[in-house]
């Protein structure tokens, strides 16, 4: 119960910048509907391989949300004097999370909502990824509430922006990475964010085959960037404290 009205103190807060929420769903439906547009002759563009690239880069707007939140609840000390209150670091944690979920399920709803209308063809695939990317978020989540650990309200939004490009170019949201090689192509099959993308076109296309290596890098890093996250919640909880 804790959690739950951190949660909703939370959200009142993200919604507060209703200008921040608009454009992290406003530029991907830009995106969405521009690049349907041209008419590019490859697959990648496809209304069914693009949409599922559009949710992901959203997500990256996700962490942002996340990573700002945090930073200013410390740089404005709220959260050394919730210290005061029974709540733990579990808490805290879930508090952000659920905040951010709402915003994770309108967004993916109106993407697919204006899909169909771009020529996605409706089925209970949709469904499915939209359930399936709820999950997926978590990783993008955690990941704000880490970089929010370590910066301060006035950078978080920067260093965040970092987040928007890798997911933009190394997801496969624009071009595969084998188009590349070299270093490009390892980078993106490092960094867990083209994993996200492949859940989400399989989910969508009904093509689960070969999935397993992605749900492994995508479950690997949710987990180590939670524990992470966690830790370093706590260590500046208690360094803010003394």
């Known amino acids: 119960m804790r959690a ?32 349907q547009q041209f008419n590019i002759p490859s697959d990648v563009y496809s209304i069914e391989n693009f949409t599922p690239g559009i949710v992901i880069f959203s997500f990256a707007f996700i962490t942002m949300f996340t990573a700002t939140l945090v930073a200013k609840d410390r740089t404005t000390s709220l959260i050394t004097r919730l210290c005061a209150s029974p709540m733990g670091i579990t808490d805290y944690i879930l508090g952000y999370v659920i905040a951010v979920l709402p915003l994770v399920f309108i967004q993916n709803v109106l993407f697919f909502g204006a899909a169909l209308l771009l020529g996605l063809k409706f089925g209970v695939n949709i469904l499915l990824t939209i359930l399936v990317s709820i999950p997926l978020s978590l990783l993008f989540i955690e990941l704000g509430i880490l970089l929010g650990c370590v910066t301060t309200d006035r950078s978080s939004a920067g260093v ?25 192509n390892t980078l993106c099959k490092l960094l867990p964010f083209s994993g996200c993308l492949d859940i989400t076109k399989a989910v969508l296309n009904g093509t689960y085959e070969a999935l397993t290596s992605s749900v492994l890098t995508v479950i690997i890093y949710t987990a180590s960037i939670t524990t992470l996250a966690s830790i370093l919640f706590k260590r500046k909880l208690e360094s803010d404290t003394k």
């Open 160 to 184: 965040s922006s970092i987040i928007v490009q890798l997911v933009a170019f190394t997801s496969g949201m624009y071009f595969e990475a084998d188009m590349m090689g070299g270093f490009f």
């Open 4 to 35: 739950v009205n951190f949660a909703k103190r939370n959200f009142k807060e993200i919604i507060r910048d209703p200008l921040s929420v608009i454009f992290a769903i406003a530029l991907p439906l830009f995106l969405l509907f521009i690049f």
